[in-house]
């Protein structure tokens, strides 16, 4: 039976869900008989279908209802009416409240230096887990914006928010340089090595790159990595240097870079 | 006593009523937040916000609406308020922040964990509008009907979309498992 994919997805996934008719769902059964491709959406659709039906509920952490408890209590005093205290005699109403006045003003002082310690303290530690949290998403959004596969743009977009990260973790490293070996679009692969030329601090960053220096076939990348040798004072490279400037195969802007490259750097 | 009851009740100014709505939905919002989020830490504090929310503007509620549409609206602002003001910050990026995964340790074995992890992937990659999507009825169990009712719209494009939705969430689960 001819069925367009997307009629066909529908409908396995109608399937699945037990919400077919008796028709349908028997043509849906024939498909899944005779088509191994259809076999192959059915199974695959089940599992992420099931994955989500069985994914764990979340136990919300403790706090939660401690900071709702608080909650409740501090807008309970907010819509509670104030009290009033009445002194007839007028003297003694002015002497109590030049009283109150002095001892609110002792203790008040004392209380709100604990306080300005503790909201310090607080407000440090709220901070840094904020930083430590961006960072965090930082990092899941770069890597999220790499895997694009479609649009180059929103890739090399990734590649700048790489930029904004003060330190490069395994994982990171290890995305940057697939994409500086992988990526079909020049651009992105520029954009990965600035990137990655952030991060040459990194011994191991550092040692990759050399490496890259051998394997990349792509000019204008060829062309970066060895300004960006040369900018790291990268001795270690003058050989590889050499080979790329009597290798045959490699462009004349190539070699030419990489001629210079030797000079500044011997 | 009905939600609705409750809630009326609240409105009125018996606050401490509030817990019971507390007790009945603070699992369910913690857990479409957690989901959208993908981020625990931050999900107790929305959560949190729509509680305060919830106390604050009581008297917003409408009487006879349904609590639980209504709470979830409150969410859902919670949810796109807080990234209003983190995108602002990644002016050039187009929508989904993701942030690192946070998987439940109850102990589950690791193929298990794996299957959470990449599912979380490949809900990260999914529009914020396909994620609530999925989260709400394949998550949560929500009915499309009552899905259709908080998102203003029919039966019809609720299962439209969220079968769209689970389409690409296929494509993204299986693209990542192959890695």
Redo the contacts between chains.
């Keep these: 039976m001819d069925m367009d994919k997307?009629r066909l997805?529908?409908l396995i996934?109608d399937y699945i869900d037990d919400r077919l008719n008796t028709v349908d769902r028997e043509m849906v059964e024939q498909e899944l008989r005779t088509n191994t491709d259809a076999r192959r959406l059915y199974n695959?659709?089940k599992?992420?279908?099931r994955?989500?039906?069985e994914?764990?509920?979340?136990?919300?952490?403790e706090?939660?209802?401690r900071?709702?408890?608080n909650?409740?209590s501090q807008?309970?005093e907010v819509?509670r009416p104030a009290k009033t205290v009445l002194f007839h005699p007028a003297f003694y109403r002015v002497a109590a409240a030049v009283a109150l006045l002095i001892l609110g003003a002792g203790v008040g002082y004392w209380i709100n230096k604990y306080n300005t310690q503790q909201e310090g303290m607080r407000q440090l530690a709220h901070e840094m887990?904020v930083t430590r949290?961006q960072l965090?998403?930082t990092?899941?959004?770069m890597?999220?914006?790499l895997?694009n596969e479609q649009s180059a743009s929103?890739r090399i977009?990734g590649l700048?928010?790489a930029l904004e990260l003060p330190k490069a973790d395994k994982e990171i490293v290890d995305a940057l340089f697939k994409t500086l070996h992988n990526d079909s679009n020049t651009n992105v692969r520029l954009a990965a090595l600035d990137a990655l030329a952030r991060f040459q601090e990194d011994s191991d960053v550092r040692r990759q790159l050399i490496t890259s220096l051998s394997t990349q076939r792509d000019p204008m990348v060829q062309i970066k990595l060895i300004q960006l040798m040369v900018q790291m004072k990268e001795k270690a490279v003058i050989d590889d240097l050499r080979d790329l400037v009597d290798d045959d195969a490699t462009m004349k802007a190539v070699k030419d870079e990489a001629h210079s490259g030797i000079l500044k750097l011997s | 006593m009905t939600d609705e009851m409750i809630m009326e009740a609240v409105k009125s100014g018996d606050l401490q009523q509030a817990t019971l709505l507390f007790e009945r939905y603070n699992k369910r919002i913690y857990n479409f937040l957690a989901r959208m989020t993908i981020d625990r830490a931050l999900a107790e504090d929305l959560t949190q916000n729509v509680f305060l929310r919830v106390i604050k503007y009581r008297t917003s509620y409408r009487e006879g609406a349904k609590f639980q549409a209504w709470i979830y609206q409150v969410a859902r602002n919670v949810f796109s308020d807080h990234y209003q003001t983190v995108k602002n910050r990644y002016s050039n990026f187009v929508d989904v922040e993701k942030i690192s995964d946070h998987i439940p340790d109850s102990g589950e074995n690791e193929i298990q964990q794996e299957k959470e992890i990449l599912l979380q992937r490949s809900t990260a990659r999914l529009t914020d509008e396909q994620r609530e999507l999925l989260v709400l009825t394949r998550f949560q169990h929500m009915k499309y009907e009552e899905v259709a009712e908080l998102m203003d719209t029919t039966v019809a494009n609720i299962k439209v979309k969220v079968h769209r939705a689970i389409i690409k969430l296929r494509e993204f689960y299986f693209e990542l498992e192959r890695i």
């Design positions: 997307q997805e529908g996934i695959e659709l599992e992420v279908m994955a989500m039906d994914s764990p509920v979340l136990d919300p952490p706090s939660l209802k900071t709702f408890d909650l409740i807008e309970l819509s887990e949290r965090d998403s990092k899941q959004l890597l999220g914006m895997d929103q977009r700048n928010v």
